[in-house]
């Protein structure tokens, strides 16, 4: 885990973010920077309006926005990924597993490393991702949305698509701004998988020392 934290830079982990999304294989390899920027100034951007407007606490947001938080003690594990908490819009919810974020939490209990990360509890940390998604979805912020990538073209037709992953980085970095966060959300998340499949966190750790810093 302080490996992660050492080698996972929030470029570092954005890059691995971005490189994991299926469509990103259509970019061109020098504008892959371009686009990591792009996601993470409209994350910083939406936590500016949310700290201006609503406050850090991102449990007050949520209820100043009308966002219920359902904690559910429902398994959260689908082959080596592992559910912290996901976004629903239609109504607008939001749902913590109970039960990933209690290992999360014990972990960093018993490896001593609160000080290292800067928490001891990673409920607030999902929160705010999630958050970023509400705002999103309810075009509160401009968000990523507005990133389109052309993939066929058909005599005077273009068709584009989006990158779904720059949502992810950019949801990650509100809650790096908003809890003000020594190390990035991934690198935190890396505290169950290492506990959960050590090999595949090897694996993980491998591409990220590999990235350029």
Known sequence: MRAV????????????????????????????????????????????????????????????????????????????????????????A????????????????TNHLEEVIGIADVAPLHLAHELYHHLEAQKLILGTAQFRMQTHRLGPLRLTTGLPSLSEIAADRLATALLDLKVPPKAVEFITLWDLDPHYAWSLLARLQALPG
Do not use: K
């Not at 939406?46 to 003690?73: D, F, Q, Y």
């Not at 939001?94 to 209990?109: D, P």
């Open 94 to 109: 939001i749902t913590l597993y109970a039960q990933s974020v209690e290992e999360a939490n014990h972990l960093i209990r």
């Open 5 to 92: 934290v050492a080698e996972g830079s929030e470029r570092r982990l954005a890059q691995l973010t971005l490189r994991d999304d299926p469509f990103a294989r259509r970019l061109q390899p020098e504008s892959e920077q371009g686009v990591i920027d792009f996601a993470l100034a409209a994350g910083q951007a939406a936590a500016e309006i949310a700290i201006g407007n609503w406050g850090r606490r991102p449990e007050g947001i949520a209820a100043t926005l009308g966002v219920p938080i359902t904690r559910s003690n429902s398994p959260a594990q689908a082959g080596r990924s592992v559910l912290f908490s996901e976004y629903g819009s239609r109504p607008s």
